[in-house]
């Protein structure tokens, strides 16, 4: 009786028998292994599109808070305005709602700015591209 032993077979790329032919559990591997490369590629592709999403859709509620912030301390300066020259308010509280304000209006440029950057991710997660000018 014959015993049988693992043996390496060094196969680089390709890996054929004594008749040219290429073994069955050779496809098989490599079959099996381009299969595992394509499952990967597709869950990272998921992934991508999943997270590019997720950070669109708080881009806009992050968005949609600022804007009602600004709206509150725009009506908050206003008053502190009408309060001063009513001689109500000190010149710095005018100006500490002013900074406030302005303070806000800078957060809004950045939540826009990170949902339009979010968005061309989006775009290109999903498979989206453009081409650029020579």
């Given at each position: ?5 693992a043996v ?85 509280d005018v ?19 990170d949902t ?19």
């Amino acid at each position: 009786m014959r015993s049988r032993q693992a043996v390496a077979v060094p196969c680089a790329g390709t890996c054929s028998t004594s008749d040219g032919s290429i073994p069955r559990w050779f496809r098989r591997g490599r079959e099996a292994e381009a299969l595992a490369q394509y499952r990967g590629a597709v869950l990272r592709a998921t992934e991508d599109v999943e997270a590019a999403l997720s950070r669109l859709g708080q881009g806009r509620i992050e968005i949609e808070l600022r804007e009602r912030q600004i709206a509150s301390l725009t009506r908050s300066r206003d008053q502190a305005r009408q309060g001063y020259q009513g001689g109500v308010l000190a010149l710095v509280d005018v100006l500490d709602a002013d900074r406030a304000l302005l303070d806000a209006s800078d957060r809004l440029a950045g939540a826009r700015a990170d949902t339009a950057r979010a968005s061309v991710a989006a775009i290109r997660a999903l498979g989206g591209g453009w081409e650029t000018r020579s």
